[in-house]
């Protein structure tokens, strides 16, 4: 992908490639052509490749995020039922 010279398509397909096998040096080498890739097909892919992940990546926290904050309103709602079952049952 990085070979000015190959097949733009072949390179294309590279990114592609990379952004799939979700890895750290995949991702290095996706960012270095975004920044650097005199082809400005690839580089505009590579780019839209970056923030697909990162919406990936703030839609994960997002999500992560909400599961904790209902899992706490569940509990502090199971809390109150509780006590006002034990509290109608004279206990």
């Known amino acids: 992908?990085?070979?000015?010279?190959?097949?733009?398509?072949?390179?294309?397909?590279?990114?592609?490639?990379?952004?799939?096998?979700?890895?750290?040096?995949?991702?290095?080498?996706?960012?270095?052509?975004?920044?650097?890739?005199?082809?400005?097909?690839?580089?505009t892919l590579c780019q839209a490749l970056l923030v697909k992940k990162h919406k990936q990546l703030v839609i994960k926290i997002i999500v992560s995020q909400c599961y904790r904050v209902c899992q706490r309103h569940f509990v502090l709602y199971f809390k109150i039922v509780s006590n006002q079952y034990n509290n109608d049952r004279g206990e």
Do not use: F
Not at 14 to 22: G, I, N, R
């Open 1 to 43: 992908m990085k070979e000015s010279t190959s097949d733009p398509i072949a390179r294309r397909l590279a990114a592609l490639a990379l952004d799939e096998l979700h890895s750290d040096a995949g991702d290095a080498v996706i960012k270095n052509v975004a920044d650097m890739s005199d082809d400005i097909g690839l580089q």
